[in-house]
């Protein structure tokens, strides 16, 4: 096999546009004070933010799941009107700033909203916040997988008695599980950090709504170390997902 | 009679319409048959009840039309199978059985189509033909009443399509109820049905026993199937006026001038020549070498003229013609071999 040379220019510029991906993220374990890292985790502020951002993503991906699969099933498998413009409201999230998105929560949800539930600035408001975010990673992850799949085998468990629903769970689901692992790893760790929805609809209150990434924003002003060893533990946590989805991608492949 | 399946259906996908109507006595095997678009799929998806459709549908006697598929008594075997992929071959087949006694029954039918040994492999671990058997299974354990295989053969590999084949013919005869077979196979015809439905744009052209087709086609499809030339045609002072250009004689010609007609020429009842022949043929005409292909050992060439023909020859022939694509060459038939189907 003969492999043409890469032209200079490009080489260059793929070099330095990998250099400005890497570096801010090795100048970030350069300065992470390793020694104290232990001690820094463990005080009560970041375990209290840990512990908080836990919970939020989770529940956020939670509410994802419940919602989303539907949502994903509904897009790829049910033809009605206005289906195009159900699909940009679910991708939108994806492109529109969190801020706004954070500003449009209040107006729905707020204590004025249009549906008045109280729940901004309260840990029900960031785990509401994460999963507007997130949950388009995990519908259009699921959405594209349902609409691999050959609709013969909802034909073939339709003519063996089985129900939609039955054939929901025991053949579409199971089908879709790989996807559906794929997506809530990303929809995870988007929710992990979030940063700008919550702190617009749920506030920065410590205990119930300061998540990590708020905790690392305001420790940097006046304790830098703990807020690149809270950065660092960010990383790692985005790092584990990758490398968890990598596997997935090989599985499937 | 409470046990004929009576089928008069009407279904439509987009602005394409296919209308069947046919009766079945239990124990029927028929191949549906017809050139690709001719709604064979779409007309057994009507009969699984996976697309609307209008009109009549009785099975055993109860007219199951407004049933959902699950409850029509009627068995799907789409094409390749389609087994479920996350599932083993033996929850496949128990999951259209309910209740505790749906492991045992699976295993029993697996058993019968001599694939028990392979009930708790997935189908990713399966081969084609071994799939394929799985899926019948999966059909036959609910005891339908009508059977529908959408080319069940169509994509195994030689080997595989003789054993399949062994075991369609094998369990398709204990089979009481209505087999429904897509093919694109003769051998499938021949071998495995007691009777030939054939479709074209939608409608049935042909509702016939095997024999009925092979001997009396009625269209130039048809008998493309069965190896032989059909035309269509019109008698005309005692001659076949081909619709296409050309003239036949038959040796048994209806009476009368006008009637439409098919004119059916065996391909292996075709003689080519280099120079025009003396014999007795009746049917003599110039042609042009336009294809060859080998068939079964045997040379298939296309022969352009009035009427373009295929012909069948020995291979040594073949070479002793020294046909090749362009050359020119004479064809001829006996007016004994043309047979007139009347229309």
């Known amino acids: ?253 | 009679m409470t046990n004929v399946t009576t089928i008069d259906l009407r279904a439509s996908v987009g602005t394409f319409t296919v209308h069947v109507a046919a009766e079945c006595k239990p124990g029927d095997v028929v191949a549906v048959v017809g050139p690709n678009g001719a709604g064979k799929s779409t007309f057994l998806r009507a009969l699984a009840g996976l697309i609307p459709a209008t009109g009549t549908l009785t099975v055993g006697g109860v007219d199951v039309l407004d049933r959902p598929p699950a409850r029509r008594h009627v068995g799907w075997v789409p094409q390749d199978g389609a087994l479920f992929p996350h599932l083993t071959a033996l929850d496949n087949v128990a999951f259209g059985l309910r209740g505790r006694q749906g492991r045992p029954a699976a295993q029993r039918w697996l058993d019968r189509l001599g694939i028990g040994d392979l009930a708790h492999r997935r189908p990713a671990a399966l081969s084609g033909g071994q799939a394929q058997k799985v899926a019948l299974a999966r059909a036959l354990a609910r005891e339908p009443r009508v059977l529908l295989l959408d080319e069940p053969l169509a994509a195994l590999d030689v080997e595989a399509r003789t054993d399949v084949r062994r075991s369609l013919r094998a369990h398709l005869g204990d089979f009481d109820g209505v087999t429904m077979l897509v093919t694109h196979d003769p051998v499938d015809v021949m071998t495995l049905a007691s009777r030939v439905l054939a479709l074209d744009a939608g409608a049935v052209v042909q509702d016939s026993t095997v024999t009925g087709v092979t001997t009396a086609p009625r269209t130039p499809w048809l008998a493309a199937l069965m190896g032989s030339n059909g035309f269509y045609a019109r008698t005309a002072a005692g001659a076949l006026a081909l619709d296409g250009g050309g003239v036949l004689v038959a040796a048994d010609m209806p009476a009368g001038d006008g009637v439409d007609v098919l004119a059916v020429v065996p391909a292996h009842a075709v003689a080519v020549h280099r120079g025009r022949p003396e014999g007795s043929a009746r049917n003599v005409w110039p042609a042009t070498v336009r294809d060859l292909a080998v068939v079964g050992g045997r040379v298939r060439v296309t022969l352009g003229g009035a009427p373009t023909v295929l012909a069948d020859v020995t291979t040594a022939a073949a070479a002793d013609l020294g046909l090749a694509e362009g050359v020119d060459v004479w064809a001829s038939v006996k007016a004994t071999e043309v047979t007139v189907v009347v229309l």
């Open chain 1, 1 to 253: 096999m003969t492999r043409t040379r890469p032209p200079l220019s490009l080489t260059t510029a793929a070099v330095a546009g990998a250099a400005f991906l890497l570096l801010p993220l090795v100048s970030l374990a350069d300065r992470t004070p390793w020694h104290s890292l232990p001690h820094l985790l463990t005080t009560t502020s970041a375990v209290t933010a840990l512990r908080l951002s836990l919970e939020c993503s989770l529940g956020a991906l939670a509410l994802s799941l419940v919602v989303g699969v539907p949502l994903a099933w509904l897009l790829a498998r049910v033809d009605f009107r206005g289906k195009s413009v159900l699909r940009a409201a679910v991708t939108l999230p994806l492109v529109l700033p969190p801020v706004v998105g954070g500003v449009a929560l209040l107006l729905a949800f707020g204590r004025h909203g249009v549906i008045p539930l109280s729940l901004a600035f309260t840990t029900w408001g960031a785990i509401l916040a994460e999963a507007f975010v997130a949950l388009p990673f995990l519908v259009l992850a699921v959405e594209g997988a349902l609409l691999g799949i050959d609709e013969r085998y909802d034909d073939v468990a339709a003519t063996l008695g089985s129900g939609t629903t039955r054939t929901f769970f025991r053949v579409t689901l199971p089908m879709v599980l790989p996807a559906l692992a794929a997506g809530s790893a990303l929809a995870w760790a988007r929710a992990l950090g979030e940063f700008g929805a919550t702190i617009t609809f749920a506030g920065n209150l410590p205990g119930s709504t300061q998540t990590l990434p708020l905790d690392v924003y305001l420790t940097l002003q006046n304790d830098p170390d703990a807020a690149v060893a809270l950065s660092t533990l960010l990383l790692a946590l985005s790092l584990v997902v990758l490398v968890a989805m990598r596997s997935r991608w090989r599985l499937t492949r």
